[in-house]
Structures are given as structure tokens and as C-alpha cells.
């Protein structure tokens, strides 16, 4: 019997069934064996996004008219909770499928869906979105990269940091200033196609506390010369509304992230103290392990269900931006403070990197901060008190 018998969301329907069997499957024989390697190297191979391509594991979501699967957020949602499960904790596939080919698909003109969305689905383009910079993370409106208007195109200055799969993207969607004297009504996004934009530059793959094999770079465009199709959509200034628009998803891909690496903590943990002998017993047998394991358990269900409430919520386009936050941060919190729980049980093989729990310790830490910090999530929650 599963030891965590997990409830599965009423949304899970047989060919959500059938997609998590093969998902389950392709990362297990594809991806996860050179786990090893991504993580002494820091980063994952290039061709692992066409493999992904090929699985139909990108743009899940994306109409089939695009080249994408045809399927909804409750797809990319099954995917996302097996690469946790799996331990991909550093792929930035959810980012390149669940938020990056969405803003092409509902801000892009027909021409550029067309253009870029069947090679996002094939792994042909890895996709990137590039907001944060040095001097501005939370408060993106005091952004300073521009992208100012020049005969036919766009002339974009400045410099992004913490961009996932910044050394492998080739298309970037850049959050730039294209009135500079208007904050938040001056602010569009500009897609950058990499392979043939002089000016644009790669800087350093960071070294990071954890997700060692995840690709967050820093980027840097010097008069990088656009054309006028780089704009998203036909109007300039929209860039802050679409972000706000597509946030509740964004959150949600976190949420599912922290979901599937609770599954696996305890899954892992519930093994370990099973087989590990101390004072002539098992781990298992102290009362004190039973009962860490036992509000674990409870706190993972309880955060399960309000998940597969929220992205229920989501698939009949009905979770609001402070609901979804909620999610956000408090199953973040949530698989920090059970992932540690879960070490300690581990005793001192909890500490050694080649034990998975304590990769994904560290792995942890960063979904509080990413995609809007966990203090970021309060301000947008009490703004409905
Ligand atoms: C591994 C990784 C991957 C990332 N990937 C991307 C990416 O792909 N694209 C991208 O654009 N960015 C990315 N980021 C950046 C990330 O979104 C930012 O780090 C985050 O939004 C916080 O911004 P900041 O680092 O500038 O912190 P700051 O905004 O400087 O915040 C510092 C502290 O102040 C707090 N704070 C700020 N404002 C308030 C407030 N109003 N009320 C209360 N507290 C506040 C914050 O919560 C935080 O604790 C990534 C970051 C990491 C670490």
C-alpha cells in the first residue's frame, strides 16, 4: 500500500491518468539517469529540451494549432508534479511551457504564435522571461532596462539577473521600459530571439545554495537592435497588465513544485526510518518518529487538497491573484518546513549530498523567494483584508 496514499483531485481524469503513467516513465528512463552528470556539470544537457519536445512533455497546454499538445493547465500541472516527484527539482521546463509560451499565446499576434510557439513545443526554442534585475526584484516597476523606439525597430539597454535557463534560452521575453517617463503604463514585453541579435550577451551562470543544475544567468543587451515584431501583441505599455493577468499561474507552477517535492520527502523518509536500525529498532518505532511522520502526513494532505482546489479554481479560469498566492506561499513554507523535519530523520545521512533529502533541502530554500517572495504573496493578500 502507498505509504502516503495521496487524494487524488476529482479534475485527474484517465487521459490525465495516462499522461502521469508516461510522464512517470519518460523521466525515469530519460532524464533521470544523467541526473548525476547535470548536477556535477551545473547544468542540464541542451538536448534534453528536444527530448522533452519529442515526449510532448513541453507546452502541454498549448493549442494543437500551435504545435502544442492540446491539453489545459491541469496537464502542465500532472507534468510538473512528476518532474518534482522524479527529483528534477532544477528543471526550468514549467517555466518555458507554463509561463512563457502562455504569454505568446494570449498576447501574441497570430504571426508571432505562429512563428514561435511549434518551435517552443519541440524544444527547437527554449524559452526564458527576463523581469529581475540587479537593482530591482520585488518592485518591478523601477525597472531600468529600456527599449526605445529607433527607425523601424527597438534599441534595448540594460542588464537581468537570476534569469532561469538564461545560458540555453534562445527566446527571452524581456520586461523593459519603452516609455521610460511612465512606470507602469510605459512597461512592455519584448520578445528577443538570441540567435540573431547583435548586442545581446550571456553573463555568468550563478552558483547558487541549492537547484545546482538549474541554468539562472545573467543577461545583458547593449544596443541590441530589435525589429518592430518584437514587441508582444501591436500595443506598447500593455507589459505590466499581461504580466499581473498571468500571475495566478505562475504561482500555481510553484505550488505544484512544492507539492510533488513534499510527496517525495516523505515518500524517501518513510523508506529510510523503515530500514534504519538504532537501539535494536527500527527509526520508525519511536513514538517521536511516528509522530513527526503523522502531522507531516497530515499537513501534506491538507496542502494537497487546497492545491487541487485552487488549480480546479484555475481550470474554470475562476483563482484570483491573492488565493493563488496563498498557494504560493504557504506550501512553499510548507515543503521547507517538512523537508527539514524530514532531514533530521536522516540523522547525519540527512547532511551528505549524495542522499536526495539533502538536495532537496537546499533545493527548497528558494521557492520562498522566486516568483514573487513569500512577503510579496502577504502584501497581495491583505490588499483583500
Ligand atoms: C533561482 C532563481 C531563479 C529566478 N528566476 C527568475 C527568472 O526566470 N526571471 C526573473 O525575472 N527573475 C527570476 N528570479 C528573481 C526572483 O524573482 C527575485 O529574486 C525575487 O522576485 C525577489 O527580488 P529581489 O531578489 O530583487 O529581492 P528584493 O526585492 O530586493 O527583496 C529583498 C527582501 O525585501 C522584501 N521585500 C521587498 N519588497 C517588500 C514589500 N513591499 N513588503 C515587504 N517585504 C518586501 C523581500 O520579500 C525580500 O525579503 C529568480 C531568482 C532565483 C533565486
Same mark, same amino acid.
Given at each position: 500500500?502507498?505509504?502516503?496514499?495521496?487524494?487524488?483531485?476529482?479534475?485527474?481524469?484517465?487521459?490525465?491518468?495516462?499522461?502521469?503513467?508516461?510522464?512517470?516513465?519518460?523521466?525515469?528512463?530519460?532524464?533521470?539517469?544523467?541526473?548525476?552528470?547535470?548536477?556535477?556539470?551545473?547544468?542540464?544537457?541542451?538536448?534534453?529540451?528536444? =527530448?522533452?519536445?519529442?515526449?510532448?512533455?513541453?507546452?502541454?497546454?498549448?493549442?494543437?494549432?500551435?504545435?502544442?499538445?492540446?491539453?489545459?493547465?491541469?496537464?502542465?500541472?500532472?507534468i510538473n508534479r512528476e518532474f518534482a516527484l522524479a527529483g528534477l527539482d532544477s528543471i526550468g521546463a514549467p517555466l518555458h511551457s507554463g509561463i512563457v509560451a502562455p504569454y505568446i499565446l494570449n498576447y501574441g499576434t497570430e504571426e508571432q504564435k505562429k512563428k514561435w510557439l511549434p518551435k517552443l513545443a519541440t524544444g527547437e526554442l527554449v524559452a526564458a522571461i527576463a523581469m529581475s534585475e540587479p537593482g530591482a526584484g520585488s518592485d518591478l516597476q523601477s525597472i531600468r532596462t529600456t527599449?526605445?523606439?529607433?527607425?523601424?525597430?527597438?534599441?534595448?539597454?540594460?542588464?537581468?539577473?537570476?534569469?532561469?535557463?538564461?545560458?540555453?534560452?534562445?527566446?527571452?521575453?524581456?520586461?523593459?521600459?519603452?516609455?521610460?517617463?511612465?512606470?507602469? =503604463?510605459?512597461?512592455?514585453?519584448?520578445?528577443?530571439?538570441?540567435?540573431?541579435?547583435?548586442?545581446?550577451?550571456?553573463?555568468?551562470?550563478?552558483?547558487?545554495?541549492?537547484?545546482?543544475?538549474?541554468?539562472?544567468?545573467?543577461?545583458?543587451?547593449?544596443?541590441?537592435?530589435?525589429?518592430?515584431?518584437?514587441?508582444?501583441?501591436?500595443?506598447?505599455?500593455?507589459?505590466?497588465?499581461?504580466?499581473?493577468?498571468?500571475?495566478?499561474?505562475?504561482?500555481?507552477?510553484?505550488?505544484?513544485?512544492?507539492?510533488?517535492?513534499?510527496?517525495?520527502?516523505?515518500?524517501?523518509?518513510?523508506?529510510?526510518?523503515?530500514?534504519? =536500525?538504532?537501539?535494536?529498532?527500527?527509526?520508525?518505532?519511536?513514538?517521536?518518529?511516528?509522530?513527526? *511522520?503523522?502531522?507531516? =502526513?497530515?499537513?501534506?494532505?491538507?496542502?494537497?487538497?487546497?492545491?487541487?482546489?485552487?488549480?480546479?479554481?484555475? *481550470?474554470?479560469?475562476?483563482?484570483?491573484?491573492?488565493?493563488?498566492?496563498?498557494?504560493?506561499?504557504? *506550501?512553499?513554507? *510548507?515543503?521547507?518546513?517538512?523537508?527539514?523535519?524530514?532531514?533530521?530523520?536522516?540523522?547525519?545521512?540527512?547532511?551528505?549530498?549524495?542522499?536526495?533529502?539533502?538536495?532537496?533541502?537546499?533545493?527548497?530554500?528558494?521557492?520562498?523567494?522566486?516568483?514573487?517572495?513569500?512577503?510579496?504573496?502577504?502584501?497581495?493578500?491583505?490588499?483583500?483584508?
Amino acid at each position: 500500500m502507498d505509504s502516503l496514499q495521496v487524494p487524488r483531485p476529482t479534475w485527474m481524469s484517465e487521459d490525465l491518468n495516462m499522461l502521469e503513467e508516461q510522464t512517470r516513465k519518460f523521466l525515469a528512463g530519460e532524464l533521470v539517469p544523467h541526473l548525476e552528470t547535470w548536477h556535477e556539470q551545473g547544468i542540464m544537457d541542451r538536448k534534453a529540451w528536444n =527530448k522533452l519536445g519529442e515526449a510532448g512533455l513541453l507546452c502541454a497546454g498549448i493549442p494543437e494549432e500551435y504545435g502544442g499538445a492540446g491539453g489545459t493547465f491541469a496537464h502542465e500541472t500532472v507534468i510538473n508534479r512528476e518532474f518534482a516527484l522524479a527529483g528534477l527539482d532544477s528543471i526550468g521546463a514549467p517555466l518555458h511551457s507554463g509561463i512563457v509560451a502562455p504569454y505568446i499565446l494570449n498576447y501574441g499576434t497570430e504571426e508571432q504564435k505562429k512563428k514561435w510557439l511549434p518551435k517552443l513545443a519541440t524544444g527547437e526554442l527554449v524559452a526564458a522571461i527576463a523581469m529581475s534585475e540587479p537593482g530591482a526584484g520585488s518592485d518591478l516597476q523601477s525597472i531600468r532596462t529600456t527599449a526605445l523606439k529607433s527607425g523601424n525597430g527597438y534599441v534595448l539597454n540594460g542588464s537581468k539577473t537570476f534569469i532561469t535557463n538564461g545560458q540555453h534560452a534562445n527566446l527571452i521575453i524581456v520586461v523593459a521600459k519603452t516609455d521610460p517617463a511612465h512606470g507602469a =503604463k510605459g512597461t512592455s514585453l519584448m520578445v528577443v530571439e538570441t540567435d540573431n541579435t547583435p548586442g545581446f550577451r550571456r553573463g555568468r551562470k550563478l552558483n547558487k545554495l541549492g537547484m545546482d543544475w538549474a541554468d539562472t544567468s545573467e543577461l545583458f543587451f547593449d544596443e541590441a537592435k530589435l525589429p518592430a515584431e518584437a514587441l508582444l501583441g501591436t500595443e506598447e505599455g500593455q507589459g505590466f497588465f499581461q504580466l499581473m493577468r498571468d500571475l495566478p499561474q505562475e504561482r500555481m507552477i510553484v505550488a505544484t513544485s512544492a507539492v510533488g517535492m513534499i510527496e517525495r520527502a516523505l515518500r524517501l523518509t518513510i523508506d529510510y526510518v523503515k530500514e534504519r =536500525k538504532a537501539f535494536g529498532k527500527a527509526v520508525m518505532e519511536f513514538q517521536n518518529t511516528q509522530f513527526e *511522520l503523522a502531522e507531516c =502526513k497530515t499537513e501534506a494532505t491538507i496542502g494537497r487538497v487546497f492545491h487541487d482546489h485552487c488549480v480546479e479554481r484555475h *481550470l474554470k479560469k475562476e483563482l484570483d491573484t491573492a488565493t493563488a498566492s496563498m498557494a504560493k506561499y504557504w *506550501l512553499s513554507d *510548507l515543503q521547507n518546513k517538512i523537508v527539514d523535519r524530514c532531514l533530521q530523520l536522516f540523522g547525519g545521512y540527512g547532511f551528505m549530498d549524495e542522499y536526495p533529502i539533502s538536495r532537496m533541502y537546499r533545493d527548497a530554500r528558494v521557492q520562498r523567494i522566486y516568483a514573487g517572495t513569500n512577503e510579496i504573496m502577504k502584501v497581495v493578500i491583505a490588499r483583500t483584508l
